[in-house]
């Protein structure tokens, strides 16, 4: 296998020039541990391609040396599914130099952007052009158009805009024998059978390396309106959102916020203070944003919220003034973790079930997890309206310095056993990689994991493709 990879290494920089072939290991050093920094890799050369038919020469190459590659991007993503292994028996596979954005046009909606785009480049492009692609998250000044793609990323507006999944009008890929796959030409229809975009969206680089993607585009938001509300329970801020979802089609975001966590954020983060002067045991956090300059969306929110206080939804709000004060708002919501982590050792589970469970599940499993775990703290947060929640577990305070490593394990496989027998996903936004492969495996239906497997199979018979990865 050594041998199979030193070739490997000297033919792509042969075919492909030393530019890239990065093989210095203070080079390679930043770019093989997760961005949690939980999963430390190896690998003896990034190989960062500079086109499609370079990266169709190196899954070539691979092939005939059998040696995997494992595609990155930004290295943002949160299950280490980027990350070679630490045997050093994979070639990490960068597409950061594939970094162009090939066309963009308000008159067709659409962006063709390289894998290697960063996703605040793009924001940046399409801005310029009066235009908006309306999927963000926190980590968009790193993360890239291929890895977005490739984790089926959702973030803060999937709400009105859905995941990448609905935003990808087609892509280019090399697949694992090396030939090109382009379906980028946009087509709103398209029958041909089996969808070989939607199949890589969500495949984590096992099935192929997304090169190019066609993204739809939406018209610049002119307005937005953003509010804090007071709620008594997660069933009255899902009450919330169905009130207004019936009386506007603007509502992008909507975040759950237990009075917990908020506590939490004012507590260790540096600014930041209550929108409401009295304490609820919880919060919702409402984003609405219009591209008509004449429509008066501040005026709408307000008028909405009043009426849903007067009906006993919620029992306060406000509504932010200025800009200025719609950021701090966020960056309550935003600041959960970094202040959770402050406080203490937190276990993270991106869950969803059934939007219309979802509040009952948040209230049951947060009992039973406190029951069967004497101590933890156990609540939720986040994108109600999707009925994703993160679902996090926090050390007691008289917690042992290693309570992660001795009981994270077994309160995971206990939040994971809630959420499907609840019917619900234990990988929302965040993907399966290496960190749920496990309990990927223990928990999927034997169909899924027969049909995952088979597809793999037939369209990566030598593996070469992030194996270790997603498939159980
Ligand atoms: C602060 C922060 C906030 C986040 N918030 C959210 C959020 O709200 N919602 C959400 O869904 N996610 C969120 N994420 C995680 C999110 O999955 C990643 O940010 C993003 O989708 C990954 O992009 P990346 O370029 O960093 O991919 P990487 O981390 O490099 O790769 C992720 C996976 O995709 C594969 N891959 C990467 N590029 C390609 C390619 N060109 N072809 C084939 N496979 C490829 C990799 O092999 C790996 O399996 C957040 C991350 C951070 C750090």
Known sequence: MTDAIAQLI????????????IADPRD??????????RVHGATRAIFAPASTEDVATVVKLAAEHRVPLVPQGGNTGMS??????????????????????????????????????????????????????????????????GGLTSTNAGGTQVLKFGTMR????????????????????????????????????????????????????????????????????PASALDLLRFIEARTGTVEGFELVPHDSLNLVLKHVPGTRAPL?????????????????QHDILGELETLLGAALDQGIITDAVIASSEVQADAFWKLRDSISEAERAEGQTLAHDISVAVADMPRFLVDAS??????????????????????IHFHVRAGSHAAPDWYEREGAEITR???????????????????????????ARLADPARVHALRAIKQALDPLGIMNPGKLVP
């Open 277 to 293: 002067g009295k304490a609820h045991p919880w919060h919702v956090l409402v984003e609405a944003a219009t591209a008509d300059p």
């Open 166 to 233: 609905s935003l990808v009008a087609g892509l280019e890929a090399v697949l694992p024998d090396g030939s090109i796959h382009n379906g980028l030409s946009g087509l709103k229809k398209d029958n041909r059978g089996y969808s070989i975009d939607q199949l890589l969206i969500g495949a984590e680089g096992t099935l192929g390396v997304v090169t190019a993607v066609a993204l739809r585009l939406v018209p610049a938001v002119a307005a937005r309106a953003v509010a804090w509300a007071g709620v008594e329970s």
């Open 80 to 145: 280490a599914g980027a990350t070679p292994p630490a045997d050093g028996s994979a070639i990490l596979l960068s597409m950061r130099r594939m970094n162009r954005i090939r066309s963009i046009g308000a008159q067709d909606r659409l962006a063709v952007a390289e894998a290697g785009v960063v996703l605040a480049t793009l924001h940046d492009a399409a801005h310029e052009i009066g235009m908006r692609f309306p999927l963000t998250l926190g980590a968009r000044g790193s993360c890239t158009i």
């Open 10 to 21: 000297a033919r792509a920089g042969e075919q492909l020039g030393a530019k890239a072939v």
């Open 28 to 37: 390679i050093e930043p770019w093989v541990t997760d961005w949690r920094g």
């Open 367 to 388: 009992g039973e997890v406190e029951r069967a775990f004497p101590g933890v703290v156990a609540s939720g947060f986040g994108h109600l309206g999707d009925g994703n």
């Open 414 to 440: 206990f939040v994971d056993a809630l959420v499907t027998a609840a019917g619900g996903s234990i990988s929302a936004e965040h993907g399966i990689g290496q960190l749920k492969r496990a309990e990927f």
